[in-house]
């Protein structure tokens, strides 16, 4: 029904910058928070940064001031710009949304994750 498109990710020396991009595509009546988290090797996924409907940011204490997140609704895209790259950023990284479909009849909201992209910060 929906798809989540990541790109953007890659090898980069620290100090360096990426932007990431999450675009959703098919039956997408509204959506509601986008996100963008993170899972290291031997970790669990974490939050990494958050984006409501009407554009209010959560970003999480270790890469505040580092890393922005923003979005296009007119392209169903999400962003997220990570500058002064670190090695600890080395992850991959998820974009999270979350759906609201209409049938017709009455309406329903979904969690949807892309596929995830590599993101290595050399020192």
């Known amino acids: 029904q929906v798809q989540l498109v990541e790109s953007g990710g890659g090898l980069v020396q620290a100090g360096g910058s990426l932007r990431l991009s999450c675009a959703a595509s098919?039956?997408?009546?509204?959506?509601?928070?986008m996100g963008w988290y993170r899972q290291a090797p031997g970790k669990q996924r974490d939050v990494v940064a958050v984006?409501?409907?009407?554009?209010?940011?959560n970003v999480a204490d270790s890469v505040k001031g580092r890393f922005t997140i923003s979005r296009d609704d007119a392209k169903n895209t999400v962003y997220l710009q990570m500058n002064s790259l670190k090695p600890e950023d080395t992850a991959v990284y998820y974009c999270?949304?979350?759906?609201?479909?209409?049938?017709?009849?009455?309406?329903?909201?979904?969690?949807?994750w892309g596929q995830g992209t590599q993101v290595t910060v050399s020192s």
């Open positions: 999270n949304a979350n759906i609201v479909h209409y049938t017709g009849r009455y309406y329903y909201s979904y969690d949807y």
């Open positions: 098919g039956n997408i009546f509204k959506i509601n928070d």
């Open positions: 984006i409501t409907s009407s554009g209010s940011t």
